[in-house]
């Protein structure tokens, strides 16, 4: 026992060593029992429980009842801005680890209605192809995206277009659409109970939402897509170029730029380059 020690810095001690577990054990494999560890820190089981769970809110930690705890497995990283294709991985997410499929949830042509016709700059009652898809990385389930695409652009179209190739390399391939911008918002949000069974978490887990308007050469919004991604499993990576000011006092960031986002009061958006192969 540390004499004198906060009850803070408690916490970082045990957090210390069970990072240190976590790093030396690797995913997949049990960590000591709660007794076993309460004693080998001299601390008490709830707090050294207290712990374990931020870990498991974390995502380093998965409990599995019965069994005990193990160390979970890695996250899922996207490094923004990095290359949109992956040579030999046409599903793969540029940038991101792991290889990546789809699988197919729901595929059918409606009216835009008053929400996506705004987002895609078309007739409320335009038709458009909605369609969910799950993504998976190493058959693990990691996001629900759910695309809106006006249909007169893609005739022909199947749901098994999507579940073997790259929806932006079948829009420049079959449909001779060049993509040329990109706007897209991440924040933070929890899957409802329809996420939830297809992620296969519990519901109000929490998730990173990405929602993306993507134009063309010509200007045309050719995609509005809504995606849920599990928090537990997915983190994103950056890395900023940096140049000191020229009187030698501070720096600038030279990679991406902060802008007030309009339609979200007092909240920032980050501009970045379309990332997304698929």
Known sequence: MNVGESRWQKRERIR???????DEYGPGRAIPGERQLSDELSVSRPTL???VDDLVRDGLLVREHGRGVFVAKAKVA???GAPATAPGRPLAVGGVDGVWTSRMVDFQAVAAGARISRRLNVSPAEPVLRITRLRLADGDPMSVDTLHVPAVLVPGLTPQDLETGSFYQILGQRYG??????????EPTVVDTAEAELLGVPVHTPALLFERATADT?????????????GDRYRI???LSLAADDDGSGGRVLGGSWSTASAVPGA?????DSYWSG
């Open 78 to 80: 996207q490094r923004l």
């Open 49 to 51: 429980r207290s712990v």
């Open 16 to 22: 210390g060593h069970l990072l240190d577990l976590v």
């Open 237 to 239: 990576v950056t890395q």
């Open 268 to 272: 920032d958006t980050l501009v970045l």
């Open 177 to 186: 659409i060049g993509l040329a911008t990109a706007t897209q918002i991440i």
């Open 218 to 230: 010509e200007g045309r919004v050719v995609e509005f897509t809504h995606s849920v991604y599990r």
